[in-house]
Every structure is written in structure tokens, then in C-alpha cells.
């Protein structure tokens, strides 16, 4: 570890109430198939709610994670914040004030890194001209203080770590590697001087060992430029090195938000429980591990949507609470519970919280003899 | 004797740009009923050394040394005996399940067909044989004429799974079996491969980029880095213990969640992986090794024992050095 790995961050945003992004009762849905003749009838294919009234808020100079498995509406999410997807009904607010459809402004403040760079890259443009491009969109030529475009492109390739920059200029995409592409994506974004980056997925595309290099990035723009960052990832331990807090969503909702150290170390969802468990971890294969795939958006269950796959209902824990009509009969969404630490759970509101719980006993069937482990 | 023996392999891929070395002098042994986790970024060779015990790789590759499984060199065997040994002696599952199977053959017919290619049961016994594998990786058996595309992701790595077993191999090797999974199927999948590993005391094989996962599921681990093993021993120790920087920087890229030491903290190699046609001299971590001194761009380091069971390629663990490992460390 180098001597210039001193505390990344400060102790987080500087006020609770100084929010950047404010998400309100977020809906968004994608029309299913249709057949001709049920098109004709006038009958409306599923419809997929992908994500199905969400509200959160990013606060000024955190790093907030959006974790879940796929198809829980944590890209979504990302992209309708971005402006990139219509939203159904609900409002995102930038600023104080609701986005509406003029986009252009608020896309210069808010910018997204993918998950892909060599996608996001056009392969036939130079590196300069891949982060001119934003710059000439926004119609910016010169920078606050009288900047040249090319100060502005230098500027950003070296704060995303491309030094020196020169050397870039003239590049194109293939001769660099996924690391360095990744860091021409951030710059992108940094060239239009944002207060707000989305990225998603921004390191599963790259080597192991690179990932922690970009992560670092990130947080030290974060410090340096005073971004606030949203994170879309599957990968609870990146969000242990990263975030300040994290958002936990399922099939749409969000099921548990609250500080990193409290959603991670002490969870209050069954979910976020069964996501922790399978985080590997040397000899924990014996693990309990939720059954079932990743749920599907057009056949949300009634009740809590978590209820058929959820251990406190499945070992009966539920029934013993007097809850199990609740849990499959009546929808909840996220409560505060504890100071700044939100849940969507009934057997959490009866004082059951996952720890405590039955979490444990269930496990896979397709494991009948546990205590054959070696 | 160990179930398979490589000793001292290289492989050269030949391409317009010039010849490749991928695999530049790997020797590592699997025990019957053990699994070896081998890890390494991509581009180290990892992959390479699967195709060459199955021999998949192109033609034109160049491959020396010796693969040797239940005692007969792979490099060596007549397309018939190699036929053979494929599938029943080892098999392979790859990581996109989707392009590996047939999108208009049932999956079933597809398992049935490895079995009977091998001509070890009729066309009726094989059916059955494939309604045992359905249940041993826990399908339900409603799916059995399915074709691929009506199957979920974690399905089809199963199906992908019950065809590696369909001729009771002895070793299996799973090539990022679970990367394109998503977090939940991922573990669904490697518990499954784990509880079969032990149930049928098969020897595996397990490739991927993320240790994590390896150290979950081997006996011991072999760490790569431009073509060659950089260290090797129990799993456990490596990950938790690792003697070569490079395994430390690989293993925090990977931190525990609650491990104060990454919180907000996130860490890093500088530099990336090297070019395969532009090895650095000496060590070919060096560019990008946090300890490094003025030997290493000179004097390439040998595997030398670095513990019970354990080896390791870093000049820091020679006697001459050991002073400046503890300094540094």
C-alpha cells in the first residue's frame, strides 16, 4: 500500500439536509410484448415495473451505493436519474428543483461512467476528441477562468490519471488498456466539470487488480472536486471500500437505506442478510444461500414482493410472529427505523431483525448433508 | 501418482503479429479428489492451460512440455485415444453457458449425445443416465426436453455442468464458471460444483480472476502472472497469507466486508497487466510491484519453497533478501 493512500475521504457529506439529487416516488415501466390479435383487442401485454416507487436522496459529497441482484431496478434507476429513461410518474429533483424535460443543463452537472469502456468509447475518434466532444455539445470553448479547449481536455485526462496528457492526445481507443479506457471515460465526464457522477458498474468489466486503481479515482475526485457519487453495483464488498451509504433494492423497491457500516455489518432485511451471505469468503461455501433466481419485474408477488423467497416465511418464523398474513398480503415500503437506517420489513417492525432470526436455518435443499463439509 | 501432472509447460500462439508466449514453463500437479483453484488477470495464461489438457487449442500452437492425466501425456495421444480421454477422462465447463450449447437441440439429446458418442450406454440408457445427471444437479426434471433458450442463466450452467459429468470424468475444470451469473446464482452454482466435487471425489480445476471465490471452494491455490505460477500452495494460507506481492495486491482487490483496513479504502496496482509479447525483463511483476528493488529488472526469481507446502517466485523471499521483506512488509 503507497504512502498517498492517507484517509480518502472526510467523515462524508456536511449536512444531512444538503441534498444534490432528491429521487420522489419513482415509477418506471416497460411495456411487455403484445400480439397482434390482443393488440387489436385492445388487451396490454405484461407490463415489467421495473422500478415501482422509489424515493431516495444523494447528499452532497457522499458516495451512495444502488446494490441488488439483476433486474431490481438499480440500472434503471441510474439511467432515469441521468435522463436516459422516461420515468412513469414521480420526479427527480436537482438542486431544488425538478428536472422536467429540459435536459441539456442538467446533463452537464450530472454525468455517468458505464460499465463497459470500450463500449462507451468511439473506437474512430482520438482521445482528444472523444473528451472535446462534450465540450463542444455544451458549446463550453473556454473554461470559467478563459481556459483553451485544450486546457480543458488536459486538464481532464490528468485528473482522471492520463499523464501526461499530451501523450493521449492523438490515441485511440484500442491502443490503450481497459484501465486507461475506463480513466478516458471518467475524464469525459470530468471535462464538463459535474457535480454529480452516476456510475454504473464502473470496475466489474476490469482486471482485479486494476479495479481498486479506478475505485481510488473515484474517491479522490470526490475529495479533490467535492462530487457526490452514485454507484450502481452487485458487489457488497466494493461498496464496503467506497461508499458512504448504501441502498439495497429489490424488484423495484428499496427494501433497506442506511449508512454503510449499519446496512453491512448489522442488516435489518432478510434480503440484504441473504445478500451478504454470499459474498465469498474462505471455507463458507456451507453458507446459507437464498433459492431461486433473480425475481421477475412482470410477476411482482402480492404483499411484501420479498415474501416468497424470504427465510423468515419459509421457516415459519412469520407464522410465529402472527405476521404471515401481512407479509403475504399487505405491500410495505421502506420505514425509518433507526437514525437514518430505513427498512421494508414486517418482521422487522415486530423487533425481528435478521441476526436475531431464523435467517440461518434455511438452506439449500440441493445440500441435503452440511455437515459433510471438509 | 498424482491424477495430473503438468511438467514445465510452454505454449506459444502463433499470430500475424509474431509468435505469443501465453504459458512460458508451468509445472503443477492435481491430486485425485483435490481442487485447484488457479487464478491470475486476463491474459496470464489461465485459460491457456485448460485448452492445452484438453487440447482445444488452435493447431498452430506451439505446446511443449507434459501434460500427463492418469498417466498417459495428452500432447502425445492419437486423435482416437484423445477422443477418448476427452469427456470421459476430463471435460470442461466454460463461462458463457449460452454459446456452449446447441440453441435448437434439446438438452437433453445434447447430454445424451456425449454419452453416446462415448459408446458407454444405448440410446435408452442414456436417456436415463441424463434423467440421473437432471436430478444430481438439482434440475427439475419437468425441464429435461428444454431447449436452452427457455432455460434461465443458472439453468443452463447446470445443464453445462450435468453434460461435464455425463461420462464420470475424473477431472473437471471450470473455466469462470460463474462470472456471467448473477450474485445469487453464482452461489447457488459454486455450492452445487462444491457438494459434487466431494459426493463423486472428483479432481477440479477452477479458473477465475477472482479469489474470493477461489478460496471458497479450493484445497489449493496457484497464482499466475504472465505465464507462470508466482505461487502456490494451501488456499487458505495463500489468500490470508500471501508471500508474493502480487497475491496481496490481488487478494485486496477483494477485501472482506467489516475489514476496517478497506473501509473508504480501496486499493490498487499501479500499471496493468503486461503485454504478453512485451514481457518485462527480470521479474515481470516488477513494473508494477510495490517493493520493488534494483535486482529485480535484473534477475528473474525462481519458485522457491516459502512455507509448509507453499512456494513462491519473489526475490525478497531468497535468504539474501528476507531482511527487506520484513522491512518493507
Excluded at chain 1, 401485454?45 to 441488488?68: C, H, N, P
Excluded at chain 2, 484445497?219 to 504472465?226: E, H, N, P, R
Excluded at chain 2, 535486482?295 to 528476507?322: F, I
Amino acid at each position: 500500500m503507497s504512502a498517498t493512500e492517507a484517509p480518502v475521504t472526510g467523515e462524508g457529506p456536511t449536512s444531512p439536509t444538503d441534498n444534490v439529487i432528491e429521487v420522489r416516488d419513482l415509477h418506471v415501466t416497460f411495456a411487455g410484448h403484445v400480439s397482434l390479435v390482443a393488440g387489436l383487442t385492445g388487451k396490454k401485454g405484461f407490463e415489467a415495473k421495473a422500478v415501482d416507487g422509489i424515493s431516495f436522496e444523494l447528499r452532497r459529497g457522499e458516495v451512495l451505493a444502488l446494490a441488488g441482484e439483476s433486474g431490481c431496478g438499480k440500472t434503471t434507476t441510474a439511467r432515469t436519474i441521468m435522463g436516459l429513461q422516461e420515468a412513469n410518474a414521480g420526479e427527480i429533483v436537482f438542486e431544488g428543483k425538478p428536472i422536467g424535460k429540459k435536459l441539456q443543463a442538467y446533463r452537464r452537472r450530472v454525468q455517468m461512467v458505464f460499465q463497459d469502456p470500450t463500449g462507451s468509447l468511439n473506437p474512430r475518434q482520438t482521445i482528444y476528441e472523444i473528451i472535446a466532444e462534450g465540450l463542444r455539445i455544451h458549446e463550453i470553448h473556454n473554461g470559467p477562468n478563459g481556459e483553451t479547449e485544450e486546457q480543458l481536455v488536459g486538464r481532464a485526462l490528468s485528473r482522471s490519471g492520463l499523464r501526461p496528457p499530451e501523450r493521449f492526445y492523438l490515441s485511440y481507443p484500442h491502443e490503450l488498456s481497459g484501465g486507461q479506457r475506463q480513466r478516458v471515460v471518467i475524464a469525459g465526464a470530468l471535462a464538463l466539470d459535474p457535480e454529480v457522477i452516476v456510475a454504473d458498474e464502473p470496475v466489474s468489466n476490469l482486471d482485479a487488480s486494476v479495479r481498486g486503481e479506478i475505485l481510488q479515482l473515484l474517491m479522490q475526485l470526490r475529495r479533490d472536486l467535492g462530487l457526490s457519487i452514485i454507484i450502481v453495483t452487485h458487489d457488497l464488498g466494493l461498496a464496503w471500500t467506497v461508499a458512504d451509504r448504501i441502498a439495497v433494492m429489490y424488484l423495484g423497491r428499496l427494501v433497506e437505506l442506511g449508512p454503510t457500516e449499519d446496512v453491512l455489518l448489522r442488516p435489518l432485511h432478510p434480503y440484504t442478510r441473504a445478500l451478504l451471505d454470499v459474498v465469498p469468503e474462505a471455507g463458507g461455501i456451507d453458507r446459507p444461500i437464498l433459492e431461486g433466481e433473480a425475481p421477475d419485474p412482470t410477476k411482482i408477488p402480492k404483499g411484501c414482493r420479498f415474501h416468497p423467497r424470504c427465510p423468515v416465511v419459509a421457516t415459519g418464523r412469520a407464522e410465529e410472529l402472527g405476521i404471515l398474513d401481512k407479509c403475504t398480503g399487505e405491500d410495505l415500503m421502506i420505514e425509518p427505523f433507526a437514525p437514518d437506517h430505513g427498512v421494508a420489513c414486517w418482521a422487522t417492525k415486530m423487533g425481528e431483525t435478521p441476526r436475531a432470526s431464523s435467517v440461518s436455518a434455511v438452506s439449500d435443499p440441493g445440500s441435503a448433508d452440511p455437515g459433510s463439509s471438509g | 501418482m498424482s491424477l495430473l501432472e503438468i511438467d514445465d509447460l510452454r505454449i506459444t500462439y502463433q499470430t500475424k503479429g509474431g509468435p505469443v508466449p501465453a504459458v512460458r514453463g508451468v509445472t503443477m500437479a492435481v491430486e485425485r479428489g483435490q481442487v485447484m483453484g488457479l487464478a491470475g488477470e486476463s491474459g496470464c495464461g489461465k485459460s491457456t492451460i485448460a485448452g492445452a489438457i484438453l487440447r482445444l487449442l488452435p493447431s498452430t500452437t506451439k505446446v511443449e512440455g507434459k501434460v500427463v492425466l492418469d498417466g498417459e501425456d495428452i500432447l502425445t495421444l492419437s486423435p482416437g485415444r484423445l477422443r477418448a480421454v476427452r469427456w470421459a477422462g476430463a471435460s470442461i465447463v466454460f463461462q458463457g453457458a449460452q454459446h456452449a450449447l446447441n440453441p435448437v437441440q434439446r438438452v437433453s439429446d445434447q447430454i445424451a449425445e456425449a454419452i453416446m458418442v462415448h459408446g458407454q450406454a444405448s440410446e435408452k440408457a442414456a436417456k436415463v443416465r441424463v434423467g440421473a445427471l437432471f436430478e444430481q444437479v438439482g434440475l427439475p426434471p419437468r425441464r429435461i426436453d428444454d431447449y436452452p433458450h427457455e432455460l434461465s442463466g443458472g439453468q443452463k450452467q447446470r445443464v453445462m455442468i450435468a453434460m461435464a459429468l455425463a461420462c464420470s470424468p475424473s477431472l473437471v475444470i471450470a473455466d469462470e464458471p460463474t462470472t456471467a451469473l448473477d450474485v445469487m446464482v453464482q452461489a447457488q452454482v459454486l455450492r452445487l460444483m462444491k457438494d459434487l466435487q466431494r459426493d463423486l471425489e472428483l479432481s477440479m480445476i477452477f479458473i477465475t480472476h477472482d479469489l474470493s471465490v477461489l478460496v471458497e471452494v479450493s484445497d489449493v491455490l496457484a497464482i499466475m502472472y504472465a505465464g507462470k505460477i508466482v505461487e502456490h500452495g494451501p488456499a487458505t494460507e495463500v489468500f490470508y497469507d500471501a508471500k508474493h506481492p502480487y497475491t496481496r495486491a490481488l487478494a485486496a482487490a477483494f477485501p472482506e466486508i467489516g475489514d476496517e483496513r478497506f473501509r473508504r479504502k480501496p486499493t490498487g496496482l499501479g500499471g496493468d497487466p503486461p503485454d504478453p509479447q512485451k514481457i518485462p525483463s527480470g521479474c515481470s511483476f516488477h513494473p508494477r510491484c510495490p517493493l520493488v528493488f534494483d535486482e529485480c529488472p535484473k534477475r528473474e526469481p525462481e519458485l522457491l519453497a516459502s512455507g509448509p507446502g507453499r512456494r513462491a517466485a519473489c526475490l525478497l523471499l531468497e535468504p539474501a533478501h528476507a531482511h527487506a521483506a520484513t522491512d518493507n512488509a
